[in-house]
């Protein structure tokens, strides 16, 4: 349907909280990923649903509060290696398993978060 935004067609914000809820649980339990967060997840969650909502269409929830994502530069205090990337975006697909989210919208929203994701790398690997 073309008249729908990624958002909207997603079901909004009910399926975009539980996605992003879902993929921080995996977060918080993948050891490659988990130590560079913080412990308490809540606050991380709440940004990453303003964000994505943003991101598919929908209203400019991040912006309004928090100003240009710039999220490039929000990442550079973290050293962010393509091996993170990887882990990050198999929690992604993981999450969008779990809440049975498929078809051509899943992998619309697969392309777009995996360019982003490789974006943020900013640290080579470990060779080990
Ligand atoms: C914040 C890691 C990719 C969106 C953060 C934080 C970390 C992090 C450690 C800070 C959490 C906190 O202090 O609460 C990573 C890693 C990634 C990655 C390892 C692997 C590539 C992405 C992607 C997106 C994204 C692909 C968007 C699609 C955000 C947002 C925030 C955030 C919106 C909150 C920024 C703020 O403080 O306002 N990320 N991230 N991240 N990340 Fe990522």
């Keep these: 349907r073309m008249d729908l935004t ?3 067609h997603l079901g909004g914000e009910a399926v975009l909280s539980k ?3 879902t993929f921080y649980a995996f977060v918080k339990e993948d050891d490659t990923l988990s130590p560079l967060f913080p412990d308490d997840l809540t606050e991380t969650a709440r940004k990453q649903i303003q964000f994505l909502t943003q991101f598919l269409g929908g209203p400019s929830l991040y912006t309004d509060e928090h100003g240009h994502p710039m999220l490039r530069a929000r990442h550079m205090p973290f050293p962010i290696s393509q091996q993170h990337a990887t882990a990050w975006l198999q929690c992604m697909e993981k999450a969008m ?3 049975a989210l498929t078809g051509s919208l899943r ?3 697969l392309s777009r978060l995996t360019m982003t994701a490789y974006h943020m790398v900013n640290t080579a690997d470990e060779p080990w």
């Design 107 to 109: 992998e619309f929203i």
């Design 19 to 21: 996605l992003v809820t």
């Design 6 to 8: 990624p958002y909207e």
């Design 97 to 99: 398993d779990a809440i």
